[in-house]
């Protein structure tokens, strides 16, 4: 018998393997096994099999799994991931079942027969090792031995398929508040659990949405709420895993990593805040798990919900075309707001105005409770170099790096990534450095400053995991001032009485051709969650934007995708990243010289813009842009993946 093997490396192929005589029984599409590959041993996935031998093929060195843990429908979202993102499927499968899930510590071997009494009880991990993986396999065929998780002491045995109807195969957008969404997803969960069917439910993060979701349905739903995701311990996790594998009736909360989780009969799926970037995975395999969330309920006919007060461009896209039933209300918000200019924006001058610090105190005298937004987390986001002029970019991906005071580092705004910060230039080494773009860190340094009596608390990505249990130890009645990101949106149940925008309008220069979506979706969701009484606005006077065309919901996206259907931009479009990366320039140009001439076969160089090329300590760098469709590009971006310092990244965040 001859596999055909993906590996979890970043190779666009398969590799074929034969099968020892005895494994064959247990050889099955996409299960894991270890083979030899150029003097190691690495982990990848059965693609294919063959039924036929080939004696000058290497030999599997081991069966990783004793039946597949990705059923089907996982396998076929898998593949179509692959294509739509161009990623070999090795590294899909590598996320869709990480080395974390640990299936054989927590089942159990039960025995059958007296010849296997020994192994009553024992783990199949140390059953494993003795008396061995062989004797294991052949005690499980023979029908000597069954499996047992060891949560519900359930048979743990190879899937079972669900069949669905095209008729089952709703797609629903939800647009509306809060309140109403949390109505409308209960009534609808419920019907379903009350008859033992199962739901999934995609939130965008654990702390702030996932346990505020959490608390309410299992209110309802008692122990039939479940949440998976690598946000709790182990054992819980594993607990859940095993519960929505093999259980009936549960409501499974979980984020981006939770859509590849195998859950038999699954009857509906909720994407709540569907355009968070949270739902964006970068690592290895770059996705969006709300995509993915749609395309699983298509291809298994399995009705789906997106929840939003502010659906991407996307979404409210497929509403408009007929391709969702649009349910719930398109908001307008009547609330009344102040608009106040500064003459020198916190981007020029890192002061708070005075106009902004008597906003603050007066709501802090009268015992409210505050929100200040800012666009930026860190103490200053914007660091230039007064001696060669050069503004500080993160040098893996070009993003503007800020400096967070508290840990000494300089932050990437977009990928996140950090680095040392030595008071000098990194690029010439001179000590004449101006910084500019106040952040929240800041902002929270002069407001403690000013008003000692208050409780200001700092709300950002890094902070929003302790923001519960700060709130729980104070005990004195004082009103609170969060000062934060657009982290403040997802503090669930908190009611504010003044909401600050400081430096709103910034957000037209960080996003890209995104930047007014972003603007809005910011804005619109910290209405919906924090139901603020007055809303202020300080703004740069020269950069202002008129918060006006951001209350009429059905106004900004007729506006928004008529400018984007003309530019060809998204969701119109889709654009492919090609970034290549050298030490040297000589070799950066022969890889480029590589990608053009394989656009060229292709005839694919009418559809590509660029290069841009970018030096930085001793690197060169390019960026190139493909835009059209995935299929078009399948093959050439596929041999261009494997090229050396080349990265692809589908659907980039900002352009």
Same mark, same amino acid.
């Given at each position: 018998m001859i596999v055909h093997v993906a590996l979890s490396i970043p190779i666009?192929?398969?590799?074929?393997?034969?099968?020892?005589?005895?494994?064959?029984?247990?050889v099955k599409p996409f299960s894991r096994v270890a083979i030899p590959f150029?003097?190691? +041993?690495?982990?990848?996935? @059965?693609?294919?099999?063959?039924? &036929?031998?080939?004696?000058?093929? &290497?030999?599997?060195?081991?069966?990783?799994?004793?039946?597949?843990?990705?059923?089907?429908?996982? =396998?076929?979202?898998?593949?179509?991931?692959?294509?739509?993102?161009?990623?070999?499927?090795?590294?899909?499968?590598?996320?869709?079942?990480?080395?974390?899930?640990?299936?054989?510590?927590?089942i159990s071997v039960r025995s059958l027969s007296s010849c296997a009494s020994a192994l009553e009880g024992v783990s199949l991990k140390k059953a494993y090792k003795n008396p061995g993986k062989d004797t294991i396999f052949q005690f499980l065929q023979e029908g000597l031995i069954e499996l047992r998780d060891v949560f519900a002491d359930k048979v743990f045995e190879p899937y079972h398929e669900t069949v669905r109807t095209k008729e089952d195969s709703e797609k629903r957008l939800y647009i509306g508040d809060i309140e109403s969404r949390l109505a409308y997803y209960m009534t609808c969960i419920s019907e379903l659990i009350n008859k033992g069917r199962n739901v999934l439910m995609l939130?965008?993060?654990?702390?702030?949405? /996932?346990?505020?979701?959490? &608390? +309410?349905?299992?209110?309802?739903? &008692?122990?039939?709420?479940?949440?998976?995701?690598?946000?709790?311990?182990?054992?819980?996790?594993?607990? =859940?895993?095993?519960? =929505?594998? #093999?259980?009936?009736?549960?409501?499974?909360?979980?984020?981006?990593?939770? @859509?590849?989780?195998?859950?038999?009969?699954?009857?509906?799926?909720?994407?709540?805040?569907?355009? $968070?970037?949270?739902?964006?995975?970068?690592?290895?395999f770059n996705f969006n798990a709300n995509i993915l969330a749609l395309r699983l309920a298509e291809t298994e006919h399995i009705p789906i919900i997106f929840g939003s007060a502010s659906p991407s461009m996307e979404m409210y896209k497929h509403g408009e075309e007929g391709k969702f039933i649009v349910v719930g209300k398109k908001q307008q918000i009547d609330k009344k707001y102040s608009v106040v200019l500064m003459e020198k924006g916190l981007a020029a001058q890192p002061v708070l105005p005075d106009k902004l610090i008597t906003a603050i105190g007066d709501a802090v005298q009268k015992s409210k409770n505050i929100a200040v937004f800012t666009p930026r987390r860190g103490y200053i986001s914007h660091i230039r170099c007064l001696e060669c002029k050069r503004t500080f970019l993160c040098p893996l991906c070009e993003g503007v790096l800020g400096l967070h005071k508290?840990?000494?580092?300089?932050?990437?705004?977009?990928?996140?990534?950090?680095?040392?910060?030595?008071?000098?230039?990194?690029?010439?080494?001179?000590?004449?450095?101006?910084?500019? #773009?106040? /952040?929240?860190?800041?902002?929270?340094?002069?407001?403690? =400053?000013?008003?000692?009596?208050?409780?200001i608390i700092n709300i950002t990505? $890094?902070?929003?995991?302790?923001?519960?249990?700060? +709130?729980?130890?104070?005990?004195?009645?004082?009103?609170?001032t969060l000062v934060g990101t657009q982290s403040l949106s997802k503090i669930y149940g908190m009611h504010i009485n003044k909401l600050i925008f400081v430096g709103w309008e910034e957000l037209v220069r960080m996003a890209g051709y995104r930047s007014e979506e972003k603007m809005f979706q910011i804005f619109m969701n910290l209405l919906d969650i924090l139901t603020p009484e007055e809303i202020y606005f300080f703004m740069d006077k020269k950069l202002a934007v008129n918060p006006a065309r951001f209350f009429d919901?059905?106004?900004?996206?007729?506006?928004?995708?008529?400018?984007?259907?003309?530019?060809?931009?998204?969701?119109?479009?889709?654009?492919?990243?090609?970034?290549?990366e050298k030490k040297g320039e000589k070799a950066g140009l022969k890889i480029l010289e590589k990608i053009n001439m394989i656009l060229e076969q292709e005839g694919l160089t009418e559809y590509l813009t660029g290069p841009m090329k970018q030096k930085n300590k001793g690197c060169y760098r390019w960026k190139l842009i493909l835009k059209g469709d995935e299929k078009l590009f399948q093959n050439a971006l596929l041999s261009i993946y494997g090229l050396s310092g080349v990265r692809i990244e589908a659907d980039p965040m900002s352009i």
């Open positions: 666009a192929k398969t590799f074929s393997y034969s099968t020892p005589e005895e494994r064959k029984f247990f150029h003097n190691r +041993i690495l982990t990848g996935f @059965i693609i294919d099999i063959e039924e &036929k031998d080939d004696p000058g093929l &290497k030999v599997i060195s081991d069966i990783i799994d004793i039946f597949p843990l990705i059923d089907g429908k996982i =396998a076929r979202l898998c593949k179509w991931a692959s294509l739509y993102y161009i990623t070999p499927i090795g590294m899909v499968l590598k996320y869709a079942l990480p080395q974390t899930l640990q299936v054989e510590k927590y939130l965008p993060d654990y702390y702030a949405a /996932g346990k505020f979701y959490h &608390k +309410i349905f299992a209110e309802r739903f &008692k122990n039939n709420v479940i949440w998976y995701g690598s946000a709790i311990k182990t054992k819980t996790r594993m607990d =859940a895993y095993f519960k =929505a594998r #093999n259980g009936t009736g549960f409501l499974i909360l979980g984020n981006k990593s939770c @859509i590849f989780l195998p859950i038999p009969d699954l009857s509906l799926i909720i994407v709540e805040r569907q355009e $968070e970037d949270e739902y964006r995975n970068e690592e290895g508290q840990e000494n580092m300089l932050v990437c705004s977009i990928c996140n990534k950090s680095f040392d910060y030595e008071s000098k230039c990194v690029y010439c080494g001179s000590n004449l450095i101006r910084a500019a #773009n106040v /952040g929240a860190e800041y902002i929270e340094e002069k407001l403690k =400053a000013l008003f000692t009596d208050s409780h990505g $890094e902070t929003i995991k302790y923001f519960r249990k700060t +709130i729980s130890d104070i005990s004195d009645g004082r009103r609170l919901l059905e106004r900004f996206y007729t506006e928004e995708l008529k400018k984007r259907k003309a530019a060809e931009f998204p969701p119109y479009v889709r654009f492919f990243l090609i970034d290549v």
